[in-house]
């Protein structure tokens, strides 16, 4: 869960906070049995999930500057992975 991760954030300088960098990782099983046909289907649920959670909130609540939020969708079929 996004939001259980970031409590671990330690308290600091939010002028500091906004020149740094943050990630956001949603990892992915294909699901064959779904609407997911293919890798990149995957990631874009993977990538979906992140905003429909709306992950980047608490890390912009604690000083991260939107820009610098990377997100990013893995997905998984076997031991076959994309990132996107």
Do not use: H, W
Request: some cysteine; glycine content about 8%; hydrophobic content about 35%.
């Amino acid at each position: 869960m996004c939001l259980r991760s970031l409590t671990r954030i330690c308290a600091r300088d939010r002028t500091v906070r906004r020149q740094e960098k943050a990630y956001i990782f949603a990892f992915k099983v294909r699901d064959e049995s779904g609407d997911e046909t293919t890798p990149e289907d995957t990631v874009a649920d993977a990538l979906a999930q992140i905003e429909e959670k709306r992950c980047e909130t608490a890390l912009i609540a604690n000083g991260f500057a939107p820009e610098n939020i990377g997100k990013y969708g893995f997905g998984f079929q076997g031991q076959k992975c994309l990132i996107g």
